[in-house]
């Protein structure tokens, strides 16, 4: 299984993103897929995680009502709708997968494949 994140750029606070995941090779139904991001020097964070078959997304509340997480099993492709953009949404943005117990969906270590990225800028 490899993933491609894309979809990061540069954009105004306020404005709108959507990052997308695409998936190679077959997820397994029981796999979540996260996103997680870095921002300019600090750890990477979990930002939300939803079921690959299943659905039930889960948000940080940093991003909690203004990003939503969904995914299109026919397309393999997960996506992370970004609205209201902050300055301090500033990061690089990764996307996830594996075989997640639901204690453990915010952890970075539950997650076995990993996307290389996407950097996404929000200009004050």
């Known amino acids: 299984v490899q993933l491609q994140a894309s979809g990061g750029g540069l954009v105004q606070t306020g404005g709108s993103l959507r990052l997308t995941c695409a998936v190679s090779?077959?997820?397994?139904?029981?796999?979540?897929v996260g996103w997680f991001r870095q921002p300019p020097g600090k750890e990477r964070e979990f930002i939300a995680t939803?079921?690959?078959?299943?659905?039930?997304?889960y948000y940080a509340d940093t991003v909690k009502g203004r990003f939503t997480i969904s995914r299109d099993i026919s397309k393999k492709t997960s996506y992370l709708q970004m609205n209201s953009l902050k300055p301090e949404d500033t990061a690089v943005y990764y996307c996830?997968?594996?075989?997640?117990?639901?204690?453990?969906?915010?952890?970075?270590?539950?997650?076995?494949?990993w996307g290389q990225g996407t950097l996404v800028t929000v200009s004050s």
């Open positions: 939803n079921r690959w078959s299943a659905g039930y997304p």
């Open positions: 996830a997968l594996g075989n997640v117990i639901a204690s453990t969906k915010t952890y970075q270590s539950a997650y076995t494949y």
């Open positions: 090779g077959q997820p397994r139904s029981g796999f979540s």
